[in-house]
């Protein structure tokens, strides 16, 4: 009897799993459908340089407005496309539309923007990264105006030669930065390890900055560290002028979030630029 009712226990959990499974199978096949027929797309959120208020850099986020289920995040289905094996495929439509879109922007004047893309640990492990140097070169991109993303647990992925990868970036001229620092479980000389040229502070950290004082001490922290290798510090999430104030007290160049502007479209991307958008800095006080 009580094998039983365990087991019934067992089932209705079982239920949930299996519904579960089953959407992420349905995302699976629809995933399949999006990435074959390129309909990935790919929004650009600005990243501010705080001492002049004007757009530096833009991240790449990659966007899915599925026919059937509307918007979904890409923390859903990037997680489905690592597990299904699609993320190598999905990576290059994101990291061709990018670089597509950056030339877009060369042409149209605006040589100093740098754009920053996501890659995820199972891009490096599975795929062959030298179609990065082919889209490069075929849109003319000086190497120095491509950054990308990892995040502090690829960093310390070992075994899978991602050192050697970044290095070879490193070489080339593309830069390196350390997304959601603060979140994973760090050795500091692994991330150093890196050669990281930026560091992104995860939004967690920015979220409570004016009360918590653990945060402040991380910013901290990562400001002293950051200028004794010499390298950018990136805040995330900034959605208040008073974080804004705090972080440029704290000798934080660069802000992203939506106090500015969320991930926009191309178009939208072009016009901040075009329209010279200035994100107001609050006055030191
Ligand atoms: P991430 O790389 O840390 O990107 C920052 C995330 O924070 C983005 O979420 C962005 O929309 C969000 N964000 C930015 N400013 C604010 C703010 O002020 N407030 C709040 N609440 N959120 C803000 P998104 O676009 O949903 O992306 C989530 C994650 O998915 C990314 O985190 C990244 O890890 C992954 N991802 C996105 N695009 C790609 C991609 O093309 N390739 C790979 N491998 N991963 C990607
Ligand atoms: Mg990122
Ligand atoms: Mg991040
Ligand atoms: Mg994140």
Redesign the pocket.
């Known amino acids: 009897e009580q094998k039983r009712n365990g087991r019934n226990g067992i089932s209705i959990y079982d239920g949930k799993l299996q519904a579960e499974y089953l959407r992420q199978l349905r995302l699976k096949d629809r995933l399949i459908k999006a990435i074959s027929e390129y309909k990935i797309q790919v929004y650009y959120?600005p990243i501010i340089d705080i001492e002049t208020g004007k757009v530096c850099k833009f991240?790449?986020?990659?966007r899915w407005f599925d026919e059937e289920e509307g918007y979904i995040?890409?923390?859903i289905f990037?997680e489905i496309a690592e597990k299904y094996g699609l993320i190598g495929d999905l990576?290059k439509i994101?990291f061709d539309k990018a670089c597509c879109d950056l030339a877009g922007m060369r042409q149209q004047g605006f040589t100093d923007i740098c754009i920053s893309?996501?890659?995820?640990v199972r891009?490096f492990s599975n795929c062959d990264q030298k179609y990065i140097y082919d889209i490069i070169e075929r849109y003319n991109l000086p190497f120095d105006k491509i950054m990308i993303?990892i995040t502090e647990s690829a960093a310390l992925d070992e075994g899978n030669n991602i050192l050697e990868l970044l290095s070879e970036f490193s070489q080339k001229g593309i830069s390196i930065a350390i997304?959601?620092f603060g979140t994973g479980y760090s050795s500091m000389s692994a991330i150093i390890a890196n050669k990281p040229n930026v560091i992104k502070i995860d939004?967690s950290f920015i979220i409570d900055i004016e009360h918590s004082v653990e945060s402040q001490i991380l910013v901290s922290l990562v400001m002293d560290m950051s200028r004794k290798l010499n390298l950018d510090v990136v805040a995330?999430?900034?959605?208040s002028e008073a974080q804004v104030r705090i972080l440029s007290k704290m000798g934080c160049h660069y802000i992203?979030?939506?106090?500015f502007s969320?991930?926009v479209e191309i178009e939208q991307a072009m016009r901040l630029l075009e329209q010279n958008e200035v994100c107001t800095i609050p006055a030191y006080v």
């Open positions: 959120q991240e790449a986020l990659t995040s890409p923390v990037i990576g994101v893309i996501n890659r995820s891009e993303e997304d959601d939004r995330e999430g900034v959605e992203q979030g939506f106090y969320p991930a």
